[in-house]
């Protein structure tokens, strides 16, 4: 009998423990399964973050052309018919001698962006007339005017020189 007495005791603890082992695999279950939840909701707000910026990002790049075509409007020369300047209006740009290849190194008077070519950069750098050098970066299209400067070989720039 008392074998009988002692293995009911030990089929009992071990009923206990295979229990208890059953809780906290369920409860183990129930915490990777919050943490999971947990993720997949950061992982949407990330995600929602990211199409905000996506936007402000777009919202800012139409901003900015629209700046850049304002002022490239304000600062177009007038029509004829105002003076000396109506007789500059319309006349050729001051020669350059253009040189491919070769980028200007020394003070900078300015530089604009989203410039669509050389000529477009000549325009610009001959409309002030402290330019006397400028460099256009063909792979990015960014314009930059100097007052003066000497030529350094670099693929990826054109530039002109003020005869």
Do not use: H
């Not at 695999?25 to 915490?31: E, F, P, V, Y």
């Not at 909701?41 to 850049?68: M, S, Y």
């Not at 029509?79 to 001698?97: H, I, M, N, Q, W």
């Not at 003070?107 to 604009?112: D, E, N």
């Amino acid at each position: 009998m008392q074998r009988q007495t002692k293995a009911a005791a030990d089929a009992d603890a071990k009923l206990k423990a295979a229990l208890t082992e059953q809780q906290r695999l369920a409860k183990a279950a129930a915490d990777s399964d919050s943490k999971r939840k947990s993720a997949e909701g950061e992982q949407e707000g990330l995600k929602d973050q990211i199409q905000r910026l996506t936007k402000a990002g777009a919202d800012t790049e139409v901003k900015l052309k629209a700046a850049e075509a304002e002022i490239g409007r304000l600062t177009k020369p007038k029509d004829a018919g105002a003076g000396f300047s109506g007789f500059l209006a319309g006349r050729a740009a001051p020669a350059f001698a253009i040189t491919t290849n070769n980028e200007v190194k020394g003070a900078v008077l300015f530089t604009r962006y989203n410039v669509r070519s050389i000529d477009e950069c000549q325009q610009s750098c001959a409309e002030s007339a402290e330019c006397k050098r400028f460099s256009y970066n063909k792979k990015i299209g960014w314009c930059t005017a100097f007052k003066d400067g000497i030529l350094a070989p670099n693929d990826f720039y054109d530039s002109g020189v003020r005869n």
